[in-house]
């Protein structure tokens, strides 16, 4: 799957999709799509990434106390 990163707007390669789902993992793994070479992997912060339409993660994905925390 790929991300954007806020910062760059560059297409991020997510490694560990698992990771990209669970809540209670801030950092995961990936490589920019940038270039013409394969990037290394690197890690990622949950809080730059977004959608490539620049949708936001879902809470889910971010947040371990989305079902408790007041809306």
Request: proline share 4%; with cysteine; hydrophobic share 40%.
């Amino acid at each position: 799957m790929y991300l954007k990163d806020k910062a760059t707007g560059d297409l991020v390669e997510v490694l560990d999709s698992a990771a990209m789902i669970d809540p209670c993992i801030a950092q995961l793994q990936g490589r920019f799509h940038a270039g013409e070479e394969m990037q290394d992997a690197t890690s990622f912060s949950k809080d730059g990434l977004e959608f490539p339409s620049g949708e936001a993660l879902p809470r889910c994905w971010v947040d371990a106390d989305y079902r408790t925390a007041v809306k």
